[in-house]
């Protein structure tokens, strides 16, 4: 007879670790661990952000600044957190364009924030995660499915799910996953110009099959279910209401 699979890990009295929590989707990550009985440590590098969500998230949270552009800053970052059971690492700054139209350090940037910060962000944390733990890494379903002329930007978002697998080997039994979202109605997008977001939600619209962009709260949801589910590690789990399918 096989034995009883264990429950799912539940986050009640856990640690989770969030770059990138002072907004967005990180934010909302951070609003749902708590809600779930989790402390957590928030990551950015604004500090009147951090503090703020941090005022909104009440006592169970704390902050630091890092720059996840800048392996010393990770490194001093992890040094402030003796523990932690969960790691989300949605932080990222970079442009996207062309191949031929953008500047060798613009077609670098998303590998340097966004694959390389999530890289030593994971290997600092490494040492510090409880072994039934879990890593969540941020990539983008452009990964499959590239919306317009940025290759460097595709590639370093398959490259971020590769990581993922890579990661889930090296690192049993700490379970390491992606999360790859579609276009998200939220942080990330409302700062940009009324017409080139409206000009991409409507694209992305057309070609979802749910003909809608997604939420935060949907994206923080499929986050937390990775944290708790015990059994999912080297997974991409794309919460893009179908985009990639079409």
């Not at 779930?36 to 009147?48: E, N, P, Y």
Request: net charge negative; hydrophobic share 40%.
């Amino acid at each position: 007879m096989s034995a009883t699979p264990p429950p799912h890990a539940p986050l009640d009295g856990r640690t989770v670790v969030v770059i990138g929590g002072s907004s967005g989707i990180g934010l909302e990550v951070a609003r749902r661990s708590v809600a779930a009985g989790a402390s957590v440590v928030l990551g950015g590098r604004t500090a009147d952000r951090l503090a703020e969500a941090a005022r909104e998230l009440g006592p169970a949270a704390r902050w630091h600044t890092v720059d996840n552009t800048d392996k010393r800053s990770i490194a001093a970052f992890f040094d402030t957190v003796d523990h932690l059971d969960h790691l989300f690492t949605p932080a990222a700054s970079y442009r996207t364009g062309p191949m031929r139209e953008l500047s060798d350090e613009d077609a670098e940037s998303p590998f340097v924030s966004k694959f390389w910060g999530q890289y030593h962000a994971v290997r600092h944390a490494a040492p510090r995660l409880s072994r039934d733990g879990s890593v969540v890494l941020m990539s983008g379903a452009a990964s499959v499915r590239p919306a317009g002329p940025a290759p460097a930007y595709v590639a370093c978002n398959a490259a971020i799910e590769g990581l993922g697998r890579g990661l889930a080997v090296e690192l049993a039994p700490v379970r390491v996953n992606v999360v790859s979202p579609g276009m998200i109605d939220g942080n990330l997008w409302s700062g940009r110009p009324a017409d080139v977001r409206e000009q991409a939600a409507t694209h992305y619209r057309e070609a979802a099959l749910l003909n809608r962009l997604g939420t935060e709260p949907e994206v923080a949801e499929t986050v937390l279910f990775l944290f708790t589910n015990g059994y999912m590690t080297g997974s991409t789990l794309y919460p893009d209401g179908g985009y990639a399918l079409r």
